[in-house]
């Protein structure tokens, strides 16, 4: 596909897009911008727009993803409460993973590629199972370090997102494809504002 025929496609798909859709993806996009300036309300506003993402999927059909877009509501649930823990205490710092946490990392994407891959290879009539299954394994990942407050989950996210772009211009998404492009860099730029947060938080206990 060329790019006059890429921009082409754009722009007919930004037109052919429902303002439910656009909301779905502004709510997504404001997640991650919030996840990057690390304001819990990346929670509520995670959690609004994957309920909506959830509503969409099933009035397409796409029972499968409706259900991986569960496991987010479930996380971001998981990550707030988390997050906050008790009033009385103060909300979990960020820090780098340990030996026990990528253990964890290795085990839910393993098991979440197998899963997927197995369901999306025998019960859906996906043409990218593979890819697919890896895509959403690794973000799942992603997603767990995120509600542990790990500042790796912007490499997982990212990983997830770097196989993600080529799929969905395969697949003739390039508004998503776009949308996930801008994701990359904010994770990247979310990384590094993570890691002065921890630099800042161990110069204020020296």
């Given at each position: ?76 649930i998981y990550g707030w409460w988390y997050w906050v823990k008790k009033k009385n205490q ?44 890896w895509v959403s394994a690794t973000a799942w990942a992603g997603m767990w370090l995120l ?41 990247i730029f979310g990384y590094f504002e993570w890691r002065k947060i921890i630099h800042q ?6």
């Amino acid at each position: 596909m060329s790019l006059h025929e890429w921009a082409n496609l754009l722009l007919q798909q930004m037109k052919e897009t429902d303002a439910l859709q656009w909301l779905a993806v502004i709510l997504g996009v404001a997640e991650v911008l919030l996840a990057k300036s690390n304001k819990i309300a990346l929670y509520p506003v995670g959690i609004a727009g994957t309920l909506l993402s959830v509503y969409i999927l099933i009035l397409a059909g796409l029972y499968a993803e409706s259900l991986l877009n569960g496991y987010y509501l479930v996380m971001s649930i998981y990550g707030w409460w988390y997050w906050v823990k008790k009033k009385n205490q103060p909300p979990v710092k960020i820090t780098y993973c340990e030996r026990g946490d990528w253990i964890r990392v290795i085990w839910i994407v393993a098991v979440g590629f197998i899963l997927l891959f197995i369901s999306l290879k025998f019960f859906t009539n996906s043409s990218v199972p593979f890819w697919d299954a890896w895509v959403s394994a690794t973000a799942w990942a992603g997603m767990w370090l995120l509600a542990k407050r790990k500042i790796e989950n912007w490499i997982l996210l990212n990983i997830s997102n770097l196989f993600a772009i080529p799929l969905l211009v395969y697949k003739k998404l390039p508004l998503f494809a776009a949308l996930t492009l801008f994701l990359f860099v904010v994770a990247i730029f979310g990384y590094f504002e993570w890691r002065k947060i921890i630099h800042q938080d161990k110069l204020s206990f020296a």
